[in-house]
């Protein structure tokens, strides 16, 4: 697999720039009526503050689709959005999507009760709705960040870097373009410690690297596994809804996150 750097590809500034306003933009009245400095409805806030967070999630694809047209042309934009409708990346990749964030998603809910931890209940209401959820994570659930992150940023990233340096940087704008869900309420960010996260976002930046590149360079699949990593944790649960907590089962997830992208990222040497 080849990794060579290319120190002469610039960096598009105006997709993260786009992409926090976007974002940060429509989760700010939520930060600020999180941290009580605007003091607007609170049943309003609650019922409009997932909406919000969805809409601001297309934020790096809004980007995307607006740095191609403004660097390359409205020409170019259609054949980067036709270029997530390829689901021919093969049934390795999907089995792999599926066993390693199942896998990590059940050692993380499973290892702590052996250690006098709660296996916590499942979050659906019945593991045949789960095909449906599956779908709204792709699609609406943190899936669609893909269109921006791995569509467009990533091969970008790491041309200029590298593979492991590119996406530890992605990783780490990836967490930071998060921050502001840590101060609404409604979000489950409140609940996460934030260094863990830092730790998973690094290492599903690798693993989700790893799937583009197996899967023939189809961006569709970045889509896939980030809404499958989402759409696990309601299965298997892995926090808790409290705060003042040790969150063992997250710090355990996020950390099988990292290893699963790491031993992703070593076997691209032998392909």
């Known amino acids: 697999m080849k990794t060579a750097v290319s120190n002469h590809k610039s960096i598009p500034i105006r997709f993260f720039v786009v992409t926090f306003l976007w974002s940060w933009l429509l989760w700010l009245p939520f930060v600020l009526g999180g941290l009580d400095i605007w003091d607007w409805d609170a049943t309003l806030r609650s019922n409009l503050s997932m909406p919000a967070i969805i809409l601001g999630a297309f934020g790096p694809g809004v980007a995307a689709v607006f740095s191609i047209k403004t660097l390359q042309g409205k020409s170019a934009v259609k054949p980067f959005l036709r270029s997530f409708f390829s689901f021919n990346f093969g049934w390795k990749v999907w089995g792999i999507i599926f066993g390693a964030m199942g896998l990590a998603n059940f050692l993380a809910w499973y290892i702590p009760g052996f250690f006098g931890y709660e296996r916590l209940s499942m979050l659906l209401p019945t593991i045949f709705v789960f095909p449906i959820y ?60 934030f260094p863990a996260f830092l730790i998973g976002c690094i290492g599903l930046s690798f693993f989700f690297s790893w799937v583009v590149k197996v899967s023939n360079h189809k961006p569709l699949s970045a889509l896939m596994a980030h809404g499958t990593s989402n759409a696990m944790l309601p299965v298997f649960p892995s926090l808790v809804l409290a705060t003042g907590v040790f969150q063992i089962h997250f710090w355990i997830l996020e950390i099988l996150y990292f290893i699963i992208g790491m031993i992703a990222m070593l076997s691209l040497k032998k392909q």
């Open 134 to 193: 599956w779908l709204l994570m792709v699609f609406f659930g943190g899936g669609q960040e893909e269109i921006g992150w791995r569509g467009y940023i990533m091969p970008i990233l790491e041309s200029r870097f590298g593979v492991w340096l590119g996406n530890t940087i992605l990783g780490i704008i990836w967490t930071l373009w998060h921050v502001p869900l840590w101060f609404i309420p409604d979000s489950f960010q409140v609940f996460m410690p």
